[in-house]
Each structure stands twice: as structure tokens, then as C-alpha cells.
């Protein structure tokens, strides 16, 4: 009995050491080795499922948006360097809003993946789900065209997962001050972003979704927001006690569409300000949905209903002609005895008498 006891202790404490040996899992890759004639340094790739990770001020507001995983690297190609940072999150949805966080408006507009900015040796980029931050060692005339190539080479998502917020495409455009569009989820990157509305108000127990951006006005700029509430009832409410709100900083303004809550602060005039709201409309988009009904091809019932029905149909045909081919013949008979249906019966019978 001992034994037996000292042999499943040994087991166990093998078991525990092999367990405990197990490397854990890794997280799947994100950049690719080379590009156009890039190379990654192996010795510098980082991977990490951690948010910390990819930005640590601000990994709060990357779990906002969705945050996977992220990816860091060095890439050399002769004598050039280039250090990448790449944040995956569950959607395309999360990157669009993680790269309206980063962009500056002082930034210029690149054409490199979905939408790209830049600032002098700093390049800013998300394709799909994907958030890529790139710092060059220099600008060159082909340093578009390599970044396009990596933005190729990231792997993508289908489907649903790669599509993007439909909100943002609410905001007008006309006096819109560029890469001011900040898409959000969250309440943390509300108070970072500075938004205006306490969070007690916007309610993201209702689960919210909300875009922010400035405008040119003759004083100044202008803040506006607009909350999606998705459903024209709670934006309703929303708005009353919007309204009935002591905010400070104000005038506010106030425009309700649909289930979109608009508000308009900052240094505008009345009439403008009004102009601003009158330009915030919200359209239902009618899609197909699937039908609620089953299918009449893959209903078995029906199949043998209409097999029934095309059986009694081919029976009823088959008598209206039987019927109607006997009346032509007895019509023909009265009519033309002995000469369209019967033969004479004076007809000879040609006889071989073969014995």
C-alpha cells in the first residue's frame, strides 16, 4: 500500500512538472517576414496578447475598441530601418475607432490600406482589423509604395468582421476640420477624448455608440457629437434629459434624428450652429433578411401535395381526350358509316392454299 501511494505521488509531481513545462500557447503572427525587400529582424519580434503591450497609457481604451493581440518588430533592408507596431482587434470596426483615437489633425492624408496619415517620419494605418504604427529612419520617394506592400501582405478578415461602423457617415461634411473623426465605444476614451456630455447622461449601460468632430465656425471651432442609440425611443428620452441638464461650458445644442442624439458645443454662432444640426439626418437603410418562413423547396409536405395535384391533372387530361376522341369517333361512324374508323364487311381476305 505504501508503494502504491509513493508511486502515485510520483506521478502526480511528474504530471505537474510536465504541465508546468508547457510552454504557453503563442499568439498567431501578424507581420510578415519580408516586403519588398524588407526583412524582419527576428531577434526584435514581440507578440503579446497583453494591451499593456501595444500602448500602456491607453490600454484601457484599446480593450474598448476590441484589442486581440499586437505585434512589434524591426524591419532593415540595406542600410534602411523601420521599427512597426501592429494592434490586432476583433473587428474592422476596432481598428477604424483605435486609428481615429491616434490620428492628429495635423497630420497629412496618405493612401496606404484603409486609411492612412502621416507626420513627418511617423506613418499611421489600419487595414481590416488591423492598426499599424510605423517609425522610418527616413522618407523616401518609395516609402509609400513599401508601406502599401505591407498593408498587403497583413492578414484579413471576411464577412461581417470587416465591416465598418456606418455612424461615422452621419456627419456632414462641409466645414469639417480633417482628422478631427473620433469614433467611440467606451466611456474611458469619452473622458480622454474630452467629450463634452458626462457619462452619467450618455448612459453606455444602452450601449451607445458615439463619433465626435470639430468644425469651422466664424469664432472658432465647433464640437459635434453624435450618439447612437439604436432605437428612436431611448434617443428620444436621451434627449429630454439632455436638454433638462445643467452642462457646463455651454451653449449646447440639441437635435434628435432618428435614434441619433446630436450635439453641437464650442465656438459657434446660433444660426450656424442650427445649420450644423440641420445637416445631421439619419436614413434607414432597408437590407434583406432571412426569411422567416421555410423555404416551399424544402418543404417535404408540399412536394407531395403538388406531386398529388400534377397526378389528378394528367388524369383529368387523359379522360377529357379519352372522352373527346371516343364522341369524334361515334360521330364520325353515324356520319360517315364505313368510312373514316370501320372497314367494309364485303372486304376480301386474300387465301394461300399451301399444302
Same mark, same amino acid.
Given at each position: ?121 511617423? $506613418?499611421?494605418?489600419?487595414? &481590416? *482589423? /488591423?492598426?499599424? !504604427? ?6 523616401? +520617394? ?118 441619433? $442624439?446630436?450635439?453641437?458645443? &464650442? *465656438? /459657434?454662432?446660433? !444660426? ?6 440641420? +445637416? ?76
Amino acid at each position: 500500500m505504501k508503494n502504491l501511494c509513493f508511486i502515485l505521488l510520483l506521478a502526480l509531481l511528474a504530471g505537474s512538472s510536465c504541465v508546468a513545462a508547457t510552454p504557453p500557447a503563442k499568439t498567431a503572427v501578424i507581420l510578415p517576414d519580408s516586403f519588398r525587400g524588407w526583412q524582419k529582424d527576428a531577434a526584435s519580434d514581440k507578440i503579446s496578447s497583453n494591451p499593456s503591450a501595444a500602448d500602456s497609457a491607453d490600454a484601457p481604451v484599446l480593450k474598448e475598441y476590441g484589442f486581440s493581440d499586437s505585434e512589434q518588430a524591426s524591419y532593415t533592408r540595406d542600410d534602411r530601418k523601420m521599427q512597426v507596431k501592429a494592434a490586432r482587434f476583433d473587428n474592422a470596426g476596432g481598428a477604424y475607432g483605435a486609428f481615429t483615437y491616434y490620428v492628429r489633425p495635423q497630420m497629412a492624408k496618405e493612401t496606404i490600406g484603409d486609411e492612412a496619415a502621416s507626420e513627418n517620419s511617423r $506613418v499611421l494605418f489600419y487595414r &481590416g *482589423n /488591423i492598426l499599424v !504604427d510605423i517609425s522610418l529612419d527616413r522618407v523616401t +520617394a518609395m516609402s509609400a509604395s513599401d508601406l502599401r506592400a505591407l498593408a498587403d501582405a497583413l492578414p484579413q478578415v471576411r464577412g461581417n468582421l470587416a465591416a465598418l461602423p456606418s455612424l461615422p457617415a452621419n456627419l456632414p461634411r462641409k466645414l469639417y476640420i480633417a482628422h478631427t473623426e473620433r469614433f467611440i465605444e467606451g466611456p474611458v476614451a469619452t473622458e480622454r477624448l474630452g467629450v463634452p456630455i458626462p457619462l452619467s447622461l450618455i448612459d453606455f449601460s444602452k450601449s451607445p455608440e458615439l463619433v465626435a468632430a470639430k468644425y469651422h465656425s466664424t469664432w472658432g471651432e465647433a464640437n459635434l457629437l453624435l450618439i447612437d442609440y439604436h432605437t428612436p425611443q431611448i434617443a428620444a428620452t436621451k434627449l429630454r434629459e439632455f436638454q433638462d441638464a445643467s452642462l457646463p461650458a455651454g451653449p449646447f445644442y440639441f437635435k434628435r434624428s432618428g435614434p441619433l $442624439v446630436a450635439v453641437i458645443s &464650442g *465656438n /459657434i454662432p446660433q !444660426d450656424e450652429a442650427q445649420s450644423l444640426l440641420a +445637416a445631421v439626418n439619419w436614413d434607414a437603410e432597408v437590407t434583406m433578411t432571412q426569411a422567416t418562413r421555410q423555404n416551399p423547396k424544402d418543404n417535404l409536405g408540399n412536394l407531395i401535395i403538388g406531386i398529388f395535384v400534377l397526378v389528378g391533372f394528367i388524369v383529368l387530361l387523359a379522360l377529357i381526350f379519352g372522352f373527346a376522341f371516343g364522341g369524334i369517333r361515334i360521330l364520325s361512324k353515324k356520319l360517315f358509316p364505313d368510312k373514316v374508323f370501320d372497314r367494309p364487311e364485303d372486304v376480301e381476305i386474300i387465301r394461300l392454299n399451301l399444302k
